[in-house]
């Protein structure tokens, strides 16, 4: 099965180059690597200096200049587009670096024929992120199943596959059917929870998501937004977006839930911000979340000039 990899960078080539060099020692060796910049020309360049043109395993590295910030969606569905005959398109965060047997992992899940897009578990260490994600759309909000788990202790894939309504898309391997099904990414998100619709319309219309206990892949969350930061030091950016998308995954999933859960979207947002007297970062979470209740798509001026890291 040949795999293209595809990665979304935002003027971090020391992220992009650290994920590619994990990548080379893959143990499944069909692949080859798309990189999309979306930082302009000047990160464009640095990245293809960066950036060997091959792997010593002979798989081809190419690195593409957006026309401008596409954005995380806009990015994948880019790549997608650069590679059109593979078999299958593995998304990576930029700041990931899987282990030697990830990608053989999620290909021999895939293969199995019982599921059209495949995850595994995103670590940082020794902690599980994420085996895979449920959403509650009542509450406009994803659980991350597995979270906190030791990566030392077992995973049963049956338990998470019963239980996963989305892969993140920080390492999500989707086969020709999910997209020619599903089709692409929707780049009015521009960034965070576009997974969360991209899988939830996949089930909707019968696709189906697997996970792939032994597809490890470091996950350095948040590097390039400031995400990962404390609530009280996040910047405005993964706030706003944030809690905007998660109430557009409500409306493009189950609209009549909106209501439901644009009340206790507000709750939960205030408890969590209040709590920790976060009043500045509340702010910008209560801007996402009246632009989510009024649908307003896209991406503001000044948010546009953000990254696209997750």
């Not at 500045?280 to 896209?298: E, F, K, T, Y």
Request: hydrophobic letters at 45%; proline letters at 5%.
């Amino acid at each position: 099965m040949h795999v293209s990899v595809g990665i979304v960078g935002f003027r971090n080539a020391d992220d992009v180059v650290a994920c590619i060099t994990a990548l080379a020692a893959s143990s499944h060796r069909d692949f080859d690597v798309v990189v999309v910049e979306n930082g302009g020309a000047a990160a464009h360049a640095a990245l293809v200096a960066a950036v060997p043109a091959m792997l010593p395993g002979g798989q081809p590295v190419r690195v593409l200049l957006a026309p401008g910030n596409l954005g995380f969606a806009g990015g994948v569905n880019a790549c997608h587009a650069a590679a059109p005959d593979a078999d299958a398109w593995w998304t990576l965060n930029p700041d990931t670096q899987p282990e030697p047997p990830a990608l053989a992992a999620l290909v021999a899940r895939l293969a199995q024929g019982d599921c059209d897009a495949v995850g595994g578990t995103l670590h940082d260490r020794g902690v599980v992120q994420t085996d895979g994600g449920r959403w509650r759309g009542w509450a406009a909000r994803a659980v991350s199943l597995g979270r906190g788990r030791r990566l030392s202790t077992p995973v049963a894939r049956a338990a998470v596959e019963a239980r996963m309504s989305y892969i993140s898309g920080a390492s999500l391997l989707a086969g020709r059917r999910f997209l020619q099904v599903a089709g692409p990414m929707r780049e009015d998100y521009f960034l965070y929870a576009e997974e969360v619709e991209w899988c939830l319309r996949a089930t909707a219309r019968g696709l189906r998501l697997g996970f792939a206990p032994d597809a490890r892949v470091r996950h350095g969350q948040g590097s390039t937004t400031g995400s990962a930061e404390t609530v009280g030091r996040r910047p405005r950016l993964p706030i706003w977006l944030d809690e905007r998308n998660k109430l557009l995954v409500v409306r493009d999933t189950a609209p009549a839930l909106l209501p439901v859960a644009a009340a206790a979207a507000l709750g939960l947002t205030f408890l969590r911000f209040g709590r920790r007297r976060a009043w500045r970062q509340w702010r910008w979470a209560l801007g996402g979340w009246a632009a989510g209740v009024a649908n307003r798509r896209g991406v503001p001026e000044w948010l546009a000039a953000g990254s696209t890291g997750s």
